[in-house]
């Protein structure tokens, strides 16, 4: 696989910046992927696209090589959709149709997201081109409901997966959730002086979650809501950090 040289990825970082001063919308931020992707793949280059909330548990090249080089596209399965977020993507003139296929929807229909507007163009290639697009195998390749919900790995170390090597840490709404997601499975590396455990005079409080006892649901829920409000009372009152409990 070749990489881009710095000239080059020079060049189309700053097109990006001087393109991003005029975008309003997380969805226009979104579809600056497309024309990246395009001209790497117009220039002749293979391109592993990952974006910045997908983890790689294990080295995933020896997996991604693996890929034959008559696949045009080999996405992420997203449930219902290929996902946009983590991808390889082949050079051949059907994957550049595809991602033309795909600006020109995002340039047509200003809210359409790349998402959408790539399984559009990648199912009208697959019809009228016999586009050769192979997912990515599921069980090393996970995107966030697959790897975080099904499996109900709520913490880290929970339900631990020795063969997973990519997660995509989507289906999660907000920039904060996916913070605390990262950070409760122990997958965030960033924080800077004073922020979460990074700081070594910090002090914590902890809480029990209330037993179930064979209550209805209902009262197990306002329980937990009781003592979490407590809890974080008490952490104001302690000034210390509160540490959730699962909850139920």
Known sequence: MRNLDDTQTDRQTDR??????????????MNI???MILE??????????????VVFLQNPMPLLNEVPPEVDVAPLWDESAYN?????????ANAIWIYNCSRYLTKKNSKLDDQTALNRAIRENIRSHKGVVKKLDGRYFL???????DTRRMFAGDNSCGECVVVHNNWIVSEEAKIYGFKEHHMWAVDGPNLYHSDP?????????????GRG????KNDEKDSLIN???????LNRTVILAPFH
């Not at 990006?16 to 931020?29: A, D, G, Y």
């Not at 995107?143 to 919900?149: L, P, R, S, T, V």
């Not at 005079?201 to 006892?213: E, F, M, V």
């Open 201 to 213: 005079l910090r002090k914590y409080i902890i809480y029990g979650k209330p037993a179930l006892l």
């Open 33 to 35: 992927r497309t024309d």
């Open 217 to 220: 649901n209902d009262l197990v």
């Open 16 to 29: 990006q910046i001087n393109r991003s001063k005029n975008i309003t919308s997380l969805t226009e931020v």
């Open 84 to 92: 946009a977020g983590f991808l390889l993507v082949h050079p051949t």
């Open 231 to 237: 809890a974080l009372a008490i952490g104001i009152i």
């Open 40 to 53: 790497a793949l117009q220039t002749g280059y293979t391109v592993l696209h990952s974006d910045i909330d």
């Open 143 to 149: 995107n966030g409901k697959a790897y975080f919900e």
